[in-house]
């Protein structure tokens, strides 16, 4: 959307909250559209005012090329000028221009459920970490607290490692 087109009011005015309440219903409701649309807005005007400032981004660190540009100066005070995003979330909602959707029950405790389930399952990956990290600590390699922890068969050569590593240590402990 063209923001520059908006014909939102540049400053604060008060506004009739029963008319803001027909628009969804609930004045908590329009409070919340309103406040993600700005966000959206907010977010948007950011991108695009970086988009143009990187044009004059200088990448060399020396002091005397640092000038000031006319142009630059210029397209920053144009932003500041734009009336302030949540302005322009009402301002929407107030023409109708906003389309938005509130959940169903059933769709905000689908959301809930799947949130929980990512919770849990953050949780089990956590102390599965937490116990691979206290098997390393008692000395077990990587390798093998895995092969463990999957219960699968070793291939032919590990188990030679395995014997090697068994009969080095009496011969060490012989030479102590």
Known sequence: MDY?????????????????????????ETVVVASRRANQIGT???????????????????????????????????????PKPTLMALQEIMEDKLNFRIPSDEEIQQ???????RERAEQEGAMEKAALAKKEAEGKSFDEIIAESHDTPLSEAEPDKKKAKKEAKPKAKAKE
Do not use: C, M, W
Request: proline share 1%; aromatic share 8%; hydrophobic share 30%.
């Open 4 to 28: 520059k087109k908006n014909n939102a009011p540049t400053s604060v005015i008060t506004r009739d909250t029963g008319l803001l309440e027909s628009k969804t219903g609930n004045i908590y």
């Open 44 to 82: 948007d005007l950011k991108n695009e005012l970086n988009k143009k400032l990187e044009e004059f981004a200088s990448y060399t660190d020396n002091l005397e090329e640092i000038f000031e540009n006319r142009e630059q100066i210029e397209i920053s005070k144009y932003y500041e000028r734009l």
């Open 111 to 117: 959301a809930e459920e799947l949130a929980r389930a």
